[in-house]
């Protein structure tokens, strides 16, 4: 465990073309005003050279956002919150992700997102970190992913 206070607003995930692969909103926002950030932010994402820096300031937010592959991982925090913490928390999902999928690409994001949610939901709680072990959330995701195939065989089973 840590002692990381500070809070998550929301994370989002887009390609290079700027399809949205997965959103968490760790703030009540209408449906309406979540698409025009996430139009907003891909956009100025996108739009920045690859050599610049990994944080801008949004509004009344910081956006810290990093590529891997073919994914942008997009997080927004508050104006007095740690970036570098932002960028290693961000790092920390991908590493949790290539565990559980071997070497995450965007396919795996795509057809398995309830998984991604998943494991993003072991990592971070209400915007704010849960667990930093690289061991105890991909244990957690195995045995849920037991505990379903169980359950999946019991339901197929012929009943008389």
Known sequence: MTCWKDSMRFM???????????QKW??????KEKKKITRELVQIVLSRQAKTCSFVEWRDLKIIYKR????YFCCAIEEQDNELLTLEIIHRYVEL?????????????????????????????GGELQDTSKHSIP???????MLQETMEEYLAKPTF
């Open 26 to 31: 760790y703030t009540v926002l209408v449906d």
């Open 68 to 71: 891997f592959a073919s994914l």
């Open 97 to 125: 992700l290539d565990k559980y999928f071997g070497n995450v690409c965007e396919l795996d994001i795509i057809f398995n997102f309830e998984k991604a949610y998943f494991i993003l939901d072991e990592f971070l709680i």
């Open 12 to 22: 989002l995930l887009f390609s290079r073309q700027g399809k949205l692969r997965l």
């Open 139 to 145: 244990k957690a995701v195995e045995e849920a992913d």
